[in-house]
């Protein structure tokens, strides 16, 4: 939200208000990023699934973060953070349902704790205006757009944990490659698909103010590197660890900030720290146990 909120350029000092442009410039970057890696690091072999494969995780992709944004209009953002804290369970959901991932109970388990202590930190941490936006009359249509940017997300990281089951030799730059690849040619036809397009006006700013154009490449650079690491987990741990580290990221924030703002935390907000690591450690200790037993059997083999 930096080329919004707070950055003017010019000497007219106008603001940068195509945020869907960043979208596909971020495509666009990551694509190139994604390519050099692997004729870098995979000597240009590609074992990994068809681009076809990405598709539909491309267009929930695209279409998922969109309708989360869209939901603040409706919801406030701690409102937003506490439906968005299960992020998890419909992972899980979609996992199973869609593709016959199996997980196991105390995996189960695992994620209700997290899920559930987060949750109940955000609604300890609630303040009275927060309350009073959750009688918003449009409030139920920002909980649908988060419920459908839940759905979305769980559908695109069941997706990516298919393909990399079903092609056991994709990478994380693989995946990396064919999600940007779809999401360039969405935000491409969303851009400059039509006469009124925004795309248009985007460039133009970017024209006049060459500065502009600095900043998104930096922006872009960033998302690249994140990424990274995004997809590397995925690929090497599954989309349910992944969002797990990125849920918790969020609550341990929040965990941090409090304390050292000298603000301390009640008793329910202790419980709900006490339920998301009780959850993690767990869920550290089964994937533990389970490379141990993948250990033994390929020794035994």
């Not at 720290?273 to 959850?279: A, E, I, L, Q, R």
């Given at each position: 939200?930096?080329?919004?909120?707070?950055?003017?350029?010019?000497?007219?000092?106008?603001?940068?208000?195509?945020?869907?442009?960043?979208?596909?410039?971020?495509?666009?970057?990551?694509?190139?990023?994604?390519?050099?890696?692997?004729?870098?690091?995979?000597?240009?072999?590609?074992?990994?699934?068809?681009?076809?494969?990405?598709?539909?995780?491309?267009?929930?992709?695209?279409?998922?973060?969109?309708?989360?944004?869209?939901?603040?209009?409706y919801i406030s953002y701690p409102a937003q953070v506490l439906a968005k804290s299960s992020k998890m369970i419909p992972v899980m959901?979609?996992?199973?349902?869609?593709?016959?991932?199996?997980?196991?109970?105390?995996?189960?388990?695992?994620?209700?704790?997290?899920?559930?202590?987060?949750?109940?930190?955000?609604?300890?941490?609630?303040?009275?205006?927060?309350?009073?936006?959750?009688?918003?009359?449009?409030?139920?249509?920002?909980?649908?757009?988060?419920?459908?940017?839940?759905?979305?997300?769980?559908?695109?990281?069941?997706?990516?944990?298919?393909?990399?089951?079903?092609?056991?030799?994709?990478?994380?730059?693989?995946?990396?490659?064919?999600?940007?690849?779809?999401?360039?040619?969405?935000?491409?036809?969303?851009?400059?698909?039509?006469?009124?397009?925004?795309?248009?006006?985007?460039?133009?700013?970017?024209?006049?103010?060459?500065?502009?154009?600095?900043?998104?490449?930096?922006?872009?650079?960033?998302?690249?590197?994140?990424?990274?690491?995004?997809?590397?987990?995925?690929?090497?741990?599954?989309?349910?660890?992944?969002?797990?580290?990125?849920?918790?990221?969020?609550?341990?924030?929040?965990?941090?900030?409090?304390?050292?703002?000298?603000?301390?935390?009640?008793?329910?907000?202790?419980?709900?720290?006490?339920?998301?690591?009780?959850?993690?450690?767990?869920?550290?200790?089964?994937?533990?146990?389970?490379?141990?037993?993948?250990?033994?059997?390929?020794?035994?083999?």
């Amino acid at each position: 939200m930096l080329f919004r909120s707070t950055k003017r350029f010019g000497p007219d000092k106008k603001r940068f208000e195509h945020l869907a442009f960043l979208n596909l410039a971020q495509n666009v970057v990551c694509l190139i990023w994604s390519y050099l890696m692997i004729k870098i690091w995979s000597n240009g072999q590609n074992g990994g699934a068809p681009w076809l494969s990405y598709w539909s995780a491309g267009i929930t992709n695209t279409i998922g973060p969109a309708m989360g944004i869209e939901a603040l209009k409706y919801i406030s953002y701690p409102a937003q953070v506490l439906a968005k804290s299960s992020k998890m369970i419909p992972v899980m959901l979609m996992g199973a349902l869609v593709y016959g991932i199996r997980y196991t109970f105390p995996e189960y388990v695992c994620t209700l704790l997290v899920a559930g202590g987060v949750s109940t930190f955000a609604l300890s941490k609630t303040s009275s205006k927060t309350i009073s936006k959750l009688a918003n009359p449009n409030a139920p249509l920002g909980y649908g757009l988060c419920f459908l940017n839940l759905a979305f997300d769980g559908f695109t990281n069941a997706t990516q944990d298919s393909i990399t089951a079903r092609y056991p030799k994709t990478s994380a730059w693989n995946i990396m490659l064919g999600m940007n690849l779809w999401g360039t040619i969405y935000n491409m036809i969303f851009m400059f698909g039509w006469p009124n397009a925004t795309g248009y006006d985007a460039i133009q700013f970017c024209k006049q103010h060459p500065e502009v154009a600095w900043d998104i490449l930096l922006y872009c650079l960033c998302g690249a590197v994140g990424q990274n690491f995004i997809f590397l987990t995925i690929s090497r741990f599954g989309s349910l660890t992944n969002t797990t580290i990125t849920t918790t990221r969020k609550f341990v924030s929040i965990v941090v900030s409090s304390l050292l703002s000298g603000n301390p935390l009640s008793e329910k907000q202790w419980a709900s720290v006490f339920m998301v690591f009780s959850g993690l450690s767990y869920q550290i200790y089964l994937k533990w146990k389970k490379l141990k037993r993948a250990q033994k059997k390929r020794k035994s083999t």
